[in-house]
């Protein structure tokens, strides 16, 4: 995950502060004649704008452009974006809920479930 962020867009590993696992999707589909099920995990990252530089990319896999969503932009775009959900998965974070844990997540279905917090007080995760 590390090395695709400076790979694709050219952010220095340590500039990055990785989180947890948010959701998981795969999907099969054909590949060279040959089916193949692609996996795709996708974990909360935490960048400056700054340390983005795709100049600085490695293999820059056709990215065209780059740039931060807000919340309402990722709930109101005609774009096809994934993970499914992806704009709840902002706000339950900006929140302060985290993820239950980095992996068993359905496809494309990020669950909620109740987590204790240090204080022994309950507390929704997603």
């Known amino acids: 995950m590390v090395r695709e962020l400076g790979e694709e867009l050219g952010i220095d590993e340590t500039a990055i502060e990785l989180g947890v696992q948010l959701a998981?999707?795969?999907?099969?589909?054909?590949?060279?004649g040959r089916e193949v099920r692609q996996v795709e995990r996708y974990f909360l990252a935490r960048v400056?704008?700054?340390?983005?530089?795709?100049?600085?990319?490695?293999q820059p896999d056709n990215i065209r452009e780059h740039r931060w969503w807000t919340e309402d932009e990722l709930r109101s775009t005609r774009d096809t974006v994934y993970?499914?959900?992806?704009a709840d998965l902002v706000a339950a974070v900006a929140r302060g809920r985290t993820p239950a844990g980095r992996s068993g997540?359905?496809?494309?279905?990020?669950?909620?479930?109740?987590?204790?917090n240090p204080l022994g007080r309950p507390r929704l995760a997603l």
């Open 105 to 116: 997540l359905p496809a494309d279905e990020p669950g909620l479930r109740p987590r204790e």
């Open 48 to 58: 400056s704008l700054d340390d983005v530089n795709p100049a600085r990319a490695t």
């Open 24 to 32: 998981k999707r795969s999907a099969d589909h054909l590949v060279g």
């Open 83 to 86: 993970p499914q959900g992806l």
